[in-house]
């Protein structure tokens, strides 16, 4: 399984929120499992089921009326050991704390 970093914008002079809103309706549609952060939606999954996503994502804010529509996508793809979002973070977490010991 893939990690992945998504952010999007769109070019219409007004906020982002409503093209945030549009992105996670997608995911969720999508039944793909995410994290919303400030600064990006984090997400894991197949990569090409990611991907779709983020084609379908620009569809989505094109219907809405965004005539520019740009993402930032950064995938993580390991197939060595199986990773999720929570794993990566308790990886950290406990490096840290052997660290500390």
Sequence with gaps: M????????ADTGQGFREYVAAALDVLDEMG??????PMATN???DV????TAVA??????HKLGA?????LLKIDDRVDVPQTMASKIEH???????QTS
């Design 2 to 9: 893939a990690t992945a970093s998504l952010s999007v914008g």
């Design 92 to 98: 950290v977490r406990a490096f840290r704390q052997e």
């Design 32 to 37: 793909i499992r995410y994290e919303l952060t």
């Design 67 to 71: 005539l520019r529509v740009e993402s």
């Design 43 to 45: 997400m894991e999954g």
């Design 56 to 61: 379908a994502i620009h569809a989505r804010c």
């Design 48 to 51: 090409d089921k990611l991907c």
